[in-house]
């Protein structure tokens, strides 16, 4: 006999995530009129383009996480609906305002179009699996996003002399990744609320270790890639690259205790409440705040 389609909900819902979490559409726009330097940030060759990297990804990234989450909205109890809601809008100005980010990587010489064809021949091979293997992925991604978002908010190196709103720009996304960053997870939740904790846990671990060598592979070829374009090439800029990453100010480095943390048996994004890093920021977003619904 069937469960009650409410039970179901019910029993989807019991999560970490906090009871008193509000997702909120910030509604912002950066890098609107101001003259910044080709190396942007604090005038680091690496730094630059490892941020331009990331960025590059992030107007089609973004659409596959919509479309995935979206794929499993149907049967949501009205609170995980409403965060799927706010999340969408969340990312869809996320990809609008990374489009105006990168287009000024573009102005100043940058040809990112390589990075963009590697991430749409990826996303092109993905649409012939189960869909369940796409919220899988970005479930994956996303806990990298919130990592990444982590970090940039919680350690002020990363962005540190970047010019004009630019690191605005970045901490604005950060405190929304750290804030929706129980979503995906959420949805996989009630997406797989009749499998076995096994089964959920197998697909999820071997999901990250794929989802974290494309990336670290993918993001570092892309760096070099952007720093050949400076001239900048050879097993020297190789090593300053690892350097930044691991060392200072550090990236992979000190996510890496996150990362280990998705492996554990019933581990959520929101065993760590880290939402006073939002509130350290959200005076910055106060004048353009609109509602989630």
């Given at each position: 006999m069937n469960a009650p389609s409410?039970?179901?909900?019910?029993?989807?819902?019991?999560?970490p995530t906090p009871d008193n979490l509000e997702i909120t559409v910030r509604n912002r726009r950066f890098g609107r009129g101001i003259?910044?330097?080709?190396?942007?940030?604090?005038?680091d060759p690496v730094g630059t383009a490892w941020m331009n990297a990331l960025s590059a990804t992030f107007p089609r990234g973004e659409a596959f996480f919509i479309e995935s989450v979206k794929a499993f909205r149907d049967g949501a109890d009205p609170r995980l609906g409403s965060e799927i809601r706010a999340f969408v809008k969340q990312e869809i100005n996320h990809t609008r305002e990374?489009?105006?980010?990168?287009?000024?990587?573009?102005?100043?010489?940058?040809?990112?179009d390589a990075i963009d064809a590697r991430v749409a021949k990826l996303l092109a091979e993905l649409k012939s699996r189960p869909v369940i293997l796409n919220l899988a992925a970005t479930m994956a991604l996303e806990h990298f996003t919130a990592m990444l978002g982590h970090e940039l908010l919680d350690n002020p190196a990363y962005l540190e002399g970047a010019d004009g709103d630019l690191g605005d720009l970045w901490r604005w996304h950060s405190a929304e990744e750290v804030e929706h960053k129980g979503v995906a997870y959420d949805t996989?939740?009630?997406a797989t609320r009749d499998w076995s904790r096994f089964r959920r846990w197998k697909v999820k671990s071997l999901?990250?270790?794929?989802v974290t060598v494309?990336?670290?592979?993918?993001?570092?070829?892309?760096?070099?890639?952007?720093?050949?374009?400076?001239?900048?090439?050879?097993?020297?800029?190789?090593f300053k690259l690892a350097k930044y990453l691991l060392v200072k100010p550090g990236?992979?480095?000190?996510?890496?205790?996150?990362w280990l943390a998705y492996?554990?048996?019933?581990?959520?994004?929101?065993?760590e409440d880290n939402r006073a890093l939002i509130k350290v920021y959200e005076g910055d977003f106060e004048d353009a705040l609109m509602p989630a619904k």
């Open positions: 409410t039970l179901i909900a019910e029993e989807s819902r019991k999560t003259e910044v330097r080709r190396w942007w940030l604090g005038g990374h489009v105006a980010f990168n287009r000024m990587a573009q102005d100043h010489g940058y040809d990112i996989w939740l009630h999901m990250m270790l794929l494309r990336f670290i592979r993918h993001r570092t070829q892309d760096t070099m890639e952007l720093l050949a374009q400076d001239g900048l090439t050879g097993w020297k800029w190789r990236f992979i480095r000190r996510i890496l205790p996150g492996f554990m048996p019933g581990f959520h994004p929101w065993d």
